[in-house]
């Protein structure tokens, strides 16, 4: 017997499914709105690729995309602020980021908020401030229980006895963390 997918693998194939649907309906507007097959078909392409990376990229994910950026550049303080500027923006846009896979052609598992949440415990993790980031982990896997990012955060934080990480344990945890992710 083959095993079950658990509702986060159905959610990743279902937001697959709804983000291929939306570059769908953008081809199948541009066709129609011109008439014409090949040039319908690059109308809907450029109109897009105009949508993923003008409005959903540049604006929508503004700040989560600098966090990003910022961990990336070992700048955990200002991502974090980055990061909490994100969750303020999509706890003002609960019903779009609920919609993110039809209407943002986002296949992501999990909703924006819910990512800047993890990635704000993440980064007081990296400050050392983790008796601030168990709570923050904790109600995040109350919410999705499925989230592997932070539940093997919140293990490895518990397992260290929630004291500050020492420089070198931050590669082998990131490499601990992209290995559970499913």
Known sequence: MAPSRTNSQNRKRGGVFMAF????VFIAV???AFGEVFTGLMAGGVAFAVHRQLVVRIWLLAHHTRGVDLSRAKK???ALEAFQKSEADWARRR???RW???LLASASRWGFADQARYNQALCLYQLGRTAEAMPILRALLDRE???GMA???LEHIESVDGEAPPVESWDHL???LEDSSP
């Open 76 to 78: 955990p303080a200002a």
């Open 21 to 24: 649907g939306t570059f769908a």
């Open 100 to 102: 993110r896979a039809p």
């Open 30 to 32: 541009g066709v129609l």
């Open 95 to 97: 019903l779009l980021d």
């Open 174 to 176: 990131a490499a601990d």
């Open 145 to 147: 229980p499925s989230m």
């Open 151 to 153: 539940r093997a955060l």
